[in-house]
């Protein structure tokens, strides 16, 4: 499942009438960029949670096949935020296995196949793909075998001393569908705000370093770095 149903603010006039999936990096879009690179990696019946213009991405996307692959749209009416996105499509994730949720706004060459055949050899109920980086939105501890024992979503100063990590949240996970259990009913609910926290005490939560490109495309300066890889062939 990839997460389209944000409005980009931090990019200004370039979002006011464009979804931020739809920036062009270089020939295509941003999404179409993920899309192809999930399909790659035999992520093919992809779900796309809507809010903002869906007639915008809907129509350039249709039922998928542009991209190799086989799309559904969820329209959330009212933003459901991370994870009540995911639960609501709980019918479509749950039925097939393990299954990946990736942010929109997110643009990477990682090697979706390693992180599966990992997350599936260590019996995760998740599996986050993570990076290094001075400050975060997100703190994420881990032990030597990569298991993942706490997960700090926004944390103060003194927190992010304390956990003595560098390691951040890329934007990508792999799920067993039991972690759909895990998932409060009521919304809007975030994936690292009120889920990933808790999940550190199952042992069963574990972390896979990047290993290829990575941006989230979160300001101009981002969205420009992106689309100098693009024109690099960092993504393809």
Not at 90 to 97: E, I, K, M, Q, R
Not at 112 to 125: K, Y
Request: charged residues 25%.
């Amino acid at each position: 499942m990839v997460l389209c149903a944000g409005y980009g603010v931090r990019l200004g006039e370039l979002t006011r009438q464009t979804p931020k999936p739809m920036l062009r990096l270089g020939e295509r879009p941003l999404l179409e960029r993920i899309l192809r690179h999930l399909v790659r990696h035999g992520f093919d019946e992809i779900a796309l949670n809507v809010h903002f213009m869906p007639e915008v991405i809907r129509g350039y996307f249709g039922d998928g096949s542009r991209s190799g692959g086989r799309l559904v749209y969820s329209h959330e009416t009212e933003l459901l935020g991370t994870a009540g996105g995911v639960k609501r499509m709980a019918g479509f994730l749950g039925d097939s296995g393990d299954f990946l949720v990736h942010y929109g706004d997110v643009i990477t060459s990682q090697d979706f196949t390693a992180m599966l055949q990992f997350h599936r050899e260590h019996q995760a109920l998740a599996t986050l793909l993570v990076h290094r980086r001075a400050r975060s939105n997100s703190v994420v501890i881990l032990d030597d075998d990569l298991r993942i024992t706490g997960f700090l979503e926004r944390p103060t100063d003194q927190q992010r001393l304390a956990a003595q990590s560098s390691w951040v949240f890329s934007g990508v996970t792999i799920c067993d569908p039991e972690l759909l259990d895990w998932i409060p009913a009521t919304a809007p609910c975030d994936l690292p705000r009120d889920v990933f926290p808790g999940l550190a005490a199952t042992r069963r939560l574990f972390a896979f370093p990047l290993t290829g490109y990575r941006c989230a495309v979160d300001s101009l300066d981002r969205l420009a770095e992106a689309r100098a890889a693009a024109e690099s062939g960092a993504l393809e």
